[in-house]
């Protein structure tokens, strides 16, 4: 029913910028709450940022805020995670999810992406 597809992951140094983008394929996109999440090797999948339905609502990981930045494009059917002062810690695959209630829980969320590897070295 919703089809994501992650782009924009790589290699950077510490202190550069990503941006991520998720493509999602279906009518319906507007009606979901969407969500990045990352996991690094060894850990469990963990809530990065949501976003409300039009965009008005943000929440995010302690640990990111001020460095990052969730947005969405509903007539492009797109969301966004820029990533500023990236740091080795924030060495992940990230995830765009979908859900259709406001959550941070993995098991929450209903489509996933493909995930794409973010790499940062120091």
């Known amino acids: 029913q919703v089809q994501l597809v992650e782009s924009g992951g790589g290699l950077v140094q510490a202190g550069g910028s990503l941006r991520l983008s998720c493509a999602a394929s279906?009518?319906?996109?507007?009606?979901?709450?969407m969500a990045w999440f990352r996991q690094a090797p060894g850990k469990e999948r963990k809530f990065v940022a949501a976003i409300s339905l039009s965009g008005g609502i943000t929440q995010y990981l302690d640990d990111v805020k001020g460095r990052f930045t969730i947005s969405r494009d509903n007539a492009k059917n797109m969301v966004y995670l820029q990533m500023n002062s990236l740091k080795p810690e924030d060495t992940a695959v990230y995830y765009c999810?979908?859900?259709?209630?406001?959550?941070?829980?993995?098991?929450?969320?209903?489509?996933w992406g493909q995930g794409t590897q973010v790499t940062v070295s120091s």
């Open positions: 999810a979908a859900a259709k209630v406001w959550a941070t829980s993995t098991a929450r969320y209903d489509y």
């Open positions: 279906g009518r319906t996109f507007k009606t979901y709450v």
